[in-house]
Nanobody
Framework: QVQLVESGGGLVQAGGSLRLSCAAS????????MGWFRQAPGKEREFVAA????????YYADSVKGRFTISRDNAKNTVYLQMNSLKSEDTAVYYC????????????????????WGQGTQVTVSS
């Protein structure tokens, strides 16, 4: 069992930056692909970014590529999402996600492949 707790959300002006953190419980953090999803009001939850077990591979949604960076620190059981050049359309609840049952980082973009979810953290970008 893995518990994920996000932090770092808040209100920021367009063009600004935020860094989200996700702390994971358990001793097998490095067995998990980790990712971030987001859900805006009235919309489905969508994939944002994923990172491989060692942190050597990353994968992004086209909408955030070049602006967001996902990273992890396995010694701290933590995954991060650095968000730069934020836009109003980035406003959403951001969820941390983890899965040990996949063999390719590309599969992490599917919500059905996620084993564990965090509770979410609100990011609001004002224009």
């Amino acid at each position: 069992q893995v518990q994920l707790v996000e932090s770092g959300g808040g209100l920021v002006q367009a063009g600004g930056s935020l860094r989200l953190s996700c702390a994971a419980s358990g001793r097998t953090f490095n067995n998990y692909y980790m990712g971030w999803f987001r859900q805006a009001p009235g919309k489905e939850r969508e994939f944002v970014a994923a990172i491989g077990r060692s942190g050597g591979s990353t994968y992004y949604a086209d909408s955030v590529k070049g602006r967001f960076t996902i990273s992890r620190d396995n010694a701290k059981n933590t995954v991060y999402l650095q968000m730069n050049s934020l836009k109003s359309e980035d406003t959403a609840v951001y969820y941390c996600a983890g899965s040990s049952a996949i063999t390719s980082i590309v599969l992490m973009r599917s919500v059905t492949r996620v084993e564990y979810w965090g509770q979410g953290t609100q990011v609001t970008v004002s224009s």
